[in-house]
């Protein structure tokens, strides 16, 4: 598949959230990570982010010579048509960047309770039910950018 705005975007905002939640675990003390060990994490994440920022630089700079790929087809199918597209009314990108953000954050606090080893296996088989749905908004939301800087390109070519 090839890298689109909004699949940059999607990796950035994880790359972000666990950025946070690193920091967090150094600030807690808690954890099986030591503070060196998180911390290289960080390093690692940083040196990460820093390239794919460029990426999504480079991307953005390209797009008027029609060097880039603006939208890309998902072929999914094990996606039921009536979970699809559920998303609500994104008008912007900006709009869409902002929701696919908070996304991702509701997507890494349902896989930590999923993860949760105090309750039943039925909890967290309810739990999964709740990550596909939001996993589906998540790719319905990384569609929509591509789509939404697809529509802007033509309108500035007019």
Do not use: H
């Amino acid at each position: 598949m090839a890298e689109t705005l909004g699949s940059m975007i999607d990796k950035l905002s994880i790359k972000s959230i666990r950025e946070f939640y690193i920091k967090k675990m150094v600030s807690s003390k808690k954890g099986s990570f030591s503070k060196e060990q998180l911390q290289q994490k960080l390093d690692i994440l940083k040196k990460q982010k820093k390239a794919l920022l460029l990426e999504i630089e480079q991307f953005i700079v390209c797009i008027p010579q029609n060097e880039m790929i603006l939208k890309d087809e998902k072929l999914k199918l094990y996606n039921k048509p009536q979970t699809m597209n559920r998303i609500g009314k994104i008008s912007s990108l900006s709009r869409g960047i902002d929701a696919l953000t908070k996304k991702n954050l509701e997507l890494w606090q349902l896989e930590d309770e999923a993860r949760r080893e105090d309750v039943s296996l039925s909890y967290i088989g309810k739990v999964k039910k709740k990550i596909d749905a939001a996993n589906q908004q998540r790719n319905d939301l990384i569609d929509k950018i591509d789509e939404l800087l697809e529509k802007n390109k033509k309108k500035k070519k007019m």
